[in-house]
Every structure is written in structure tokens, then in C-alpha cells.
């Protein structure tokens, strides 16, 4: 069921409006990983924007992280009190920033242009994705059509290996930093976007050995 | 960019520390991420630097482990300055691994831009080991120990002439708010010309004072010449006040005449540096404790002083001060505690007819921690029976009160209790004469713990009439001393022909052991040459400048030799003091090679790369090739 479900909603690329923007119908390319991570205005993918996004590709196990992509995006209004608190993101930190403030549109054809046909990582990755999503539907007409991996499903995988034999535990601490704990990685400091990919790249590659090893 | 925190990472990694934080946000910014899983060969793609975040990655070639590189060191820089990729190491990863890899481009753009990072590289293992004290000393900046001695007030110089009361004199250091003055020497004075000034200071007027009682005599008539004292300590005011405290220590003096040293005015002098003011700056120092021995009255008091002295290496070696120093203020404080013990133990009768002595480490004033007690004893020929029995019970005596105080007991029984090493003058030369002439193993190793027999206690001279007997036999068959030198050559010295470590496998991972294929032959070859130039001193550095006066060594084979052993003694150290506090010791002279950070791998590899060339020059010095 879940399949089909999955069959009907899949975009289609006789429904994209920009055919500069085929390559994303491209085949994926096996092991090759496009990492994000969003800060937005809150937590609501309807309404809220994105601020800030940082994507990193993973290639052959190696995270390129010295051509990520940061995108910062202009703000038509405020960022509010409660979201500041999460990010620390202030409203004048967005002026302090290097490179332009893009608009949505902007941002997304770079983001898109970088991701191409890659398969998206992320840690509770169809949030950013529906951030994403908000901007690209109603201007080219269809939803990213890229494979993406949750690395907070993958590592609930992981752990509920070792149940198969064992005493069924129904809970996993899927929390950003007991994951990292718990696969002893460094926490390089959260709530910004780059590092956030990063270690949720980070993650993702002990994920996949882990799960290599067990083959 | 994003990468604000691997910034702040390079900065505590040496030579990224020296690079501005803009040079270093470009570096992290242009960081890749890789992770790594164990026993995985790690193969680079391209040339790069990499730096290990966390994990563990050795290095090996022809099949031998040359580095480990650990948390905050990096790897495969050889093969970028040289540009060759034939030079890449084999790297395999031992732990799981996160390393940042470095674009080539990136380290070469930064080599070229900046020569403080360029000048690293190409740094002899002297100039690095500077920047290494230099790093730790920053790292105390604050530490008060390795300041000048112009850093700290000194009193007013007050000089009087030779016919000057007392009186006047007093009135004068009141004047310049100083207690102590300078008298000048008559020229016919017997102590000229070695003696310009003798000194009076305020505890003798004192003294003066307390006396007049008796044979009534006044300040204003007496000579100050007749109370005051030489020679005069001096110290230069650039020297270490560290260094001026062991001076004060040795003399057991409280002031110093401080001289000049700058050459316009090069040996004036310039003012007292006074204990208590010296004190004043060193008041957090447990030091101080220290410095009261000689006002301890029992067993139990100076056991209670001694407690706190490995506390004191273990803080003085953090503030990143010479090993060199730290080993001269410990066997200071050492030897002044060891001759309170004999002052209690030994009866008064007996304490000019014998010489007690110092041996192995502790009489070359190179020990840091208590190690085993080496000692000895040398009493006058001719004490009676019942004499000899209470040298008996004082070694005894000697020997319990020693392990109380944190020195055990010598397994090899190179200890005063033992009867071979408390023997009368006459059996010694006996003895000396057994060993010279008849030589074996266990002679070689007596003759090299005696060559380092240092006077704690006693008539000096007992000793001296047996070192001259040394010398001369030596002189006479000095095919004795080519054999004894082998003994330099029996380790093999850890580093392979490429110049990467030679470790050996361990519970703890791979080590090094640093005593037997490092320190020891650094130290027995200077023994050796000692011995055959007869040069009294038994100190290592101390025989190393004797050997570099009389032109045995170059200044910079002898600076070379002098600063590798201090490094690698503060290896050492480092390994002793981690040792103390893990619940599992190593091996007494063991170094895991893991514990070390790259820059200390690195100096490492060159420390003992002298020690190889001195093993050399020794073979062809004493021409062992055709001994062997």
C-alpha cells in the first residue's frame, strides 16, 4: 500500500513548468549524497521561511565540506522571539552576513543546481524538504523528485537491530545530540546550519559502515 | 562559512597557532570531512594535509610503525613539503577516525605567505624545542619563577670604605632603607685581589650588638671591615630568579649582590636581592616549605616536609621550566634533606671520620621523582670496633628513615647497609683496584655507579684521594675505558633508517623505552669522557660543558646533546607524572607513543637521531669497531 501511495504522489516530470530544471528527473547517481539542513522562522513548513540553509555532498565516504553551499535568505518580516531562541539567528546578524541575501527564488535555483539528481540526507529531512517545497511547487509545478534518507530513521534501524533477538524496547532517544552520543561523535555545537549538515553527514557515513559491516 | 569552530581548533595546533584568524578561517574553510572505520588502509586520493579530529592513525614504513597520530595532530605533511608523493607514509587507521583534509593548494598558498609557518618546517629540533618552551612558558606567562632578577625591587647598594665604623655604616643602610652594605677591601687586605668588597648586613650588628654586653666596645670606634663577611654571592641581574633562589639555597644565604650584565657597565654592582623579597614572589610556591628543612627536629617532620616534593616537580615541569632546572632545585632540596637526616642519625663523633655518598642519578643531581636509594659510605681507616658498630646501626637507621621518606630500597642493594658499600678508605681503594683490574660485568656497572658519587655528607676528601686513584689507573690502561665505553652501544636506540620511531608492542600500544635506548647512552658516553679527561663534575650538562670547554666537543654538538637529553628527560617526566596518577603504571622507562603529540613525535625523532650520531662519534672516538 505504501508503495503505490508513494507511486501516485511522485512528481512528474511532464508537470515541470522550467525545463532548465530537467536535470532533477536525472537518474540518481548511486553514492552520491547531498546532506541539508535548514534554520527557519518556526515550525510550521506551510507558513514559515527558511533564514539560513547549508548543504554538503557526500562522495565515496568523503564529506566535501569546502564546497558547501550556505544560502542565506532575505526576510520580509521579522524573525520572531521564539524562533531566535532555537537558532540564535538575530535579525541583525542577517546584515552582518557576506554574501547577498537572496530571495526565495534565487536561493532554490541554487540550491537545486547543487543537489542535481542527488539522494537528500538530513535529520528529520521531509521538514526541510516541505520548506523547500513551499518555494519550488507553486514555482516549477512539482515536488523534488530526489530520494531521501532520514538519518533519525536510519539510526531507529540500526538500534531496533539488536532487538530481533532480544527484549522488544519501544523507545529510542532520537534526539540530534543522544544520537551523537550515542555513536560517540564530536558535537561540533548545533543550531547552525553548517553544522548541522555536517554532522548529520557525519552520522549518515558511521550509519552506512555500520550497516556495511553487518552485510 | 560555517566553519567558525575549526577555526578555533587550528589555533591550539602548532604551527597553525602562529597564523592570524583570518589565514586560519580560510584553512577551515576549506576543510573536508572524512570518517574512517578501523583496520582500514587509508589510502590519501590527492595530496593533502590531514588532521586528526578525533581517532587514532599510525603511520608505518617497511613494515614498521614509524608515528601515531592522535587527536589535534596532523599527518602527511612530508609529502607536501617535498612534493613528492613517493615519500606518503602507509597510514592505517587504528581507531575510528574524523579528519579534516587540507587542499594542498591551501598549505602551499600558506607556506608561501607566511614564513613564521614556513620556518616550522624547516626548523632544526633546537629551534623547535625553544618554540616548545617558549609555547609552555606562554602558557605561564604569569609564573613569576622564570622572570630576571631585574624584574624584582632590589634594595640600595650602600658602600662604605674600609676604615668605616659600624656605626656609620648602620647609619648609612638606614638612610638607603637597605640591610646590608659593601665594604671595600683594602688593598693589603689578605682576602685582595680575589675579594673587592666584603659584606655587613644587618644580622651581623645584630650579633655585634648582643655581644657588646660582655667586652664593651663601640660602634663608633669599630671597624665595619672587622664584622663583615666574604666572598660575596653575586648573581648577574639577567639571570633566572628561579636560579637565584638555588643559589640562596646552596650558600643557605639571604641576600645576593646583584651585578650587572650589561657589558658598558659589565660588573657593577647594582643593588641586594633579599630572600624575603624573592619569597614575597614566589609566595604561592610550595617552595617555601621547603626552604625551613633545616628547621625540621625529627624523622617525622622532614617525612612530613618531603611529602609535598613530587607535587612540586609535577608543578614546576607544567610551568614548562627546564627539566635541567627543575632536577637542580630537586636534588638541592634532596641533599638538604638527606644531610638533616644524617645530622640527626649519626652520632656526633663520627661525622668527620666518614664521607657519606650520593651515587647513581641522584649523584648526578639528575633525578626528578625519588627514585631507588643509591648511596654509599666511606668512613677514615682506623675507627674501633665499637665505632664500626654504630656506622652499622646508623646505615640501618639511615636506610629505614630513607624509604619513610619516600626513596625505596635499591634492588640491586647499591645501599650503605650493605657491606660492600659502607667500607673504610683503605678497602675501598681495595676495592676500586678489584674492579680497575679484573674487569667483568658487574664491575662495569659498580665502577659506572661510583664514577657519579657526589659528597652529601662529610670529609670530601676521602673521596677525592679514591677519584684520583680512578683517573690514574685509567690513565694507565686505557683499553679499560674503550671497553667500558661499549657499554653506550648495548641498546639499540629506537629509530629506524628512515628516521621514524622503532616501537614495541604493549598492553598499552607501542612504546619506547627512553632509559635504555636514549638517556643511557647520552649519559654513560659523557661518564665515560668524563672519565678519561678527569672532570670532576658528575652532573651530565655539567660534564658536557667541561667536555665543550676543553674542545672534546663542538659548541653545537655539545648544545645539541645537552638539549636532547633535557628534552627527552622531560619525556620522561611527562610519562612518570602520568604513570602516578593512572591506576596502571608502565613499564618505569616506557613511553607509549600514542600519548605524544605530533610536535612531540616529531622533536622526538630528532632527539634521538642525536643520540645515534653521539653513539657513532663514540665508536669512532674510542675506535670500537675494533673491539667489538
Known amino acids: 500500500m505504501a508503495f503505490w501511495h508513494r507511486l501516485m504522489k511522485l512528481p512528474k516530470i511532464k508537470s515541470l513548468k522550467d525545463s532548465n530544471y530537467a536535470f532533477l528527473f536525472t537518474p540518481t547517481v548511486p553514492g552520491d549524497y547531498v546532506c541539508f539542513d535548514c534554520e527557519s522562522t518556526g515550525l510550521n513548513p506551510r507558513t514559515d521561511r527558511i533564514i539560513t540553509l547549508s548543504a554538503l555532498r557526500i562522495r565515496e565516504g568523503e564529506i566535501l565540506s569546502s564546497q558547501a553551499l550556505e544560502l542565506w535568505l532575505a526576510q520580509p518580516q521579522r524573525i520572531a522571539p521564539e524562533s531566535i531562541k532555537v537558532h540564535q539567528i538575530r535579525n541583525q546578524d542577517l546584515q552582518l552576513q557576506e554574501g547577498p541575501l537572496l530571495s526565495e527564488q534565487e536561493a532554490m535555483s541554487q540550491f537545486l543546481h547543487f543537489i542535481q539528481g542527488a539522494t537528500l540526507v538530513g535529520y528529520y529531512v521531509t521538514f526541510d524538504i516541505a520548506l523547500v517545497e513551499r518555494i519550488v511547487q507553486p514555482w516549477l509545478g512539482v515536488r523534488l523528485p530526489n530520494p531521501r534518507l532520514d538519518v533519525s530513521e536510519l539510526y531507529y534501524r540500526h538500534k531496533a537491530k539488536h532487538w530481533r533477538h532480544g527484549i522488544y524496547q519501544s523507545s529510542v532517544d532520537l534526539r540530534f545530540s543522544a544520537i551523537l552520543a550515542d555513536l560517540q561523535l564530536p558535537n561540533l555545537g548545533q543550531h547552525q546550519a553548517f553544522n548541522d549538515a555536517l554532522m548529520t553527514a557525519l552520522i549518515f557515513c558511521k550509519l552506512q559502515r555500520l550497516g556495511d559491516e553487518r552485510c | ?628
Open chain 2, 1 to 628: 562559512m560555517g566553519m567558525e569552530q575549526q577555526a578555533f581548533l587550528l589555533e591550539n595546533i602548532a604551527p597553525f597557532d602562529r597564523l592570524p584568524l583570518t589565514q586560519r578561517r580560510k584553512i577551515a574553510a576549506n576543510f573536508d570531512v572524512l570518517y574512517l572505520t578501523p583496520a582500514e588502509r587509508f589510502v590519501p586520493k590527492a595530496p593533502a594535509l590531514f588532521l586528526v579530529v578525533k581517532g587514532l592513525i599510525q603511520e608505518s614504513q617497511n613494515a614498521e610503525v614509524v608515528a601515531r597520530y592522535s587527536e589535534g595532530s596532523y599527518f602527511n605533511e612530508a609529502s607536501l613539503l617535498k612534493n613528492t608523493a613517493r615519500l606518503a607514509g602507509h597510514y592505517s587507521v587504528v581507531e575510528e577516525s574524523i579528519l579534516y583534509r587540507i587542499d594542498a593548494a591551501v598549505f602551499q598558498q600558506t607556506l608561501e605567505a607566511f614564513p613564521q609557518f614556513h620556518a616550522y618546517f624547516y626548523a632544526s629540533v633546537v629551534q623547535k624545542l625553544e618554540a616548545l618552551y617558549l609555547s609552555r612558558q606562554q602558557l605561564a606567562a604569569a609564573e613569576i619563577m622564570m622572570e630576571p632578577v631585574y624584574s624584582t625591587p632590589l634594595l640600595g647598594l650602600v658602600t662604605v670604605e674600609a676604615e668605616a665604623s659600624v656605626a656609620k655604616a648602620a647609619q648609612q643602610m638606614v638612610a638607603h632603607k637597605t640591610d646590608a652594605c659593601l665594604v671595600v677591601l683594602p688593598l693589603e687586605h689578605p682576602a685582595r685581589p680575589q675579594n673587592s668588597h666584603a659584606i655587613l648586613t644587618s644580622t651581623d650588628i645584630l650579633r655585634f650588638t648582643a655581644q657588646r654586653q660582655s667586652t664593651p666596645v663601640s660602634a663608633d670606634t669599630t671597624p665595619a671591615l672587622t664584622l663583615a663577611n666574604w666572598p660575596l654571592y653575586t648573581v648577574s641581574d639577567e639571570e633566572y630568579l628561579f636560579n637565584a633562589l638555588l643559589k640562596m639555597t646552596r650558600y643557605q644565604i639571604d641576600r645576593l649582590v646583584v651585578r650587572s650584565s650589561q657589558p658598558s657597565r659589565s660588573g657593577d654592582y647594582l643593588g641586594f636581592l633579599h630572600l624575603k623579597d624573592l619569597m614575597a614572589v614566589f609566595a604561592h610556591q610550595s617552595t617555601l616549605v621547603w626552604l625551613n628543612i633545616e628547621q625540621a627536629h625529627s624523622v617525622d617532620e622532614l617525612v612530613e616536609r618531603s611529602a609535598q616534593l613530587d607535587k612540586l616537580v609535577a608543578t614546576l615541569h607544567a610551568k614548562g621550566i627546564k627539566v635541567h632546572y627543575i632536577a637542580k632545585l630537586v636534588s638541592e632540596l634532596h641533599q638538604k634533606l638527606l644531610r638533616r637526616l644524617v645530622g640527626l642519625l649519626l652520632p656526633e663523633d663520627l661525622q668527620n671520620h666518614v664521607a657519606l655518598l650520593l651515587l647513581g642519578s641522584e649523584g648526578r643531581a639528575e633525578q626528578l621523582l625519588r627514585t631507588d636509594q643509591d648511596n654509599a659510605l666511606i668512613y677514615a681507616d682506623g675507627l674501633n670496633a665499637q665505632q664500626q658498630q654504630a656506622l652499622i646501626e646508623f646505615s640501618d637507621a639511615f636506610s629505614q628513615a630513607m624509604l619513610r621518606l619516600g626513596f625505596p630500597t635499591c634492588p640491586g642493594g647499591v645501599m650503605l647497609n650493605q657491606s660492600q658499600w659502607r667500607q673504610s678508605h683503605q678497602a675501598w681503594y681495595r676495592q676500586l683496584r678489584v674492579w680497575l683490574e679484573q674487569p667483568t660485568e658487574a664491575g662495569f656497572l659498580h665502577l659506572a655507579i661510583f664514577a657519579d658519587a657526589q659528597v652529601l655528607f662529610g670529609d670530601a676528601d676521602l673521596l677525592q684521594s679514591l677519584q684520583s686513584l680512578i683517573w690514574q689507573r685509567l690513565e694507565e690502561n686505557p683499553l679499560f675505558l674503550r671497553h667500558f665505553a661499549k657499554g653506550a652501544m648495548q641498546f639499540t636506540t629506537p629509530v629506524g633508517f628512515f628516521g621514524g620511531l622503532v616501537t614495541r608492542a604493549s598492553a598499552k600500544g607501542a612504546v619506547i623505552d627512553l632509559k635504555k635506548g636514549a638517556i643511557f647512552p647520552i649519559v654513560h658516553g659523557v661518564r665515560v669522557l668524563a672519565l678519561e679527561h678527569q672532570i670532576p663534575h658528575t652532573n651530565t650538562h655539567r660534564r658536557i660543558k667541561a667536555l665543550m670547554d676543553i674542545g672534546i666537543f663542538s659548541e653545537e654538538q655539545g648544545v645539541e646533546l645537552g638539549e636532547s637529553l633535557n628534552y627527552l628527560h622531560a619525556l620522561r617526566l611527562d610519562a612518570q607524572l602520568r604513570g602516578a596518577t593512572q591506576a596502571e603504571p608502565l613499564g618505569e622507562s616506557d613511553l607509549a607513543v600514542a600519548d605524544l603529540t605530533h610536535l612531540q613525535q616529531d622533536i622526538l625523532k630528532q632527539a634521538l637521531e642525536v643520540v645515534k650520531q653521539f653513539k657513532q662519534w663514540l665508536q669512532l672516538h674510542f675506535k670500537l669497531r675494533d673491539l667489538l
